[in-house]
Structure formats: structure tokens, C-alpha cells
């Protein structure tokens, strides 16, 4: 890339991201009532994204070949016990996280 290439890109992507970070507050200001359709995304989103991240996290365990699951099983086991004695989501995750890279780097 050549120096203005690169300073087009930079460009560009700052200004994506300023464009992404401001325009929640400019079509939705707070002199205005949120849409209930906006306010339904808002529910119902964080629900969904962790379920697709929980199927996402689980798509290629094979229960047929050795450890046949076993480290994704117990850190999931730590995440949820974890997470019922403190309910603290970033907890849990980083429990469940450390967890499975310890039993799969270490032990599986």
C-alpha cells in the first residue's frame, strides 16, 4: 500500500467506527421516545446472542473421538455453577474460558 492508501484506510475506518459509535444517539435521541420495536431488539438481543454463541462454542464437539467432549462439558459445568453462586455474567465467562483452555492446553 502506498502512504495514501494507508491514510485513506484509517480514514475510512475511523469514520466507520465514529458513524457506528454516534448513530444510536442521532436517530434515537433522548428527547424522543424509543420505537418498542428498538426497545424489543434491546430485551431481546443479549438473549439470542448468547444462546448463538453457546451453539457456536458446541458445533464441532465430537462425542464419538477422544476426550469425546469432556473439557467443553466440565467448563461448561464450572461456567454454570459459577455463575449460580455469584451471578456475575463476565465472571462466569472468564471462569469457563480459563477453565476449558486449562483442561484442553494441559490435561486433554
Given amino acids: 500500500m502506498t502512504h495514501t492508501q494507508m491514510l485513506l484506510t484509517i480514514l475510512i475506518v475511523a ?3 465514529m458513524l457506528t459509535r454516534f448513530a444510536p444517539f442521532l436517530l434515537f435521541p433522548s428527547s424522543k421516545k424509543t420505537p ?3 426497545q424489543y431488539l434491546g430485551t ?20 464419538t473421538t477422544a476426550p469425546h467432549g469432556l473439557p467443553e462439558a466440565i467448563a ?4 454454570v455453577i459459577v455463575h449460580l453462586i455469584k ?10 474460558t480459563i477453565v476449558y483452555m486449562v483442561l484442553s492446553q494441559l490435561i486433554f
Fill in 15 to 17: 469514520l466507520s467506527t
Fill in 36 to 38: 418498542a420495536f428498538i
Fill in 44 to 63: 431481546i438481543l443479549p438473549s439470542a446472542v448468547m444462546g448463538l454463541l453457546v451453539v457456536y462454542s458446541f458445533k464441532e464437539v465430537s462425542l
Fill in 76 to 79: 461448561c459445568l464450572a461456567l
Fill in 87 to 96: 451471578r456475575n455474567l463476565l465472571l462466569s465467562i472468564a471462569t469457563g
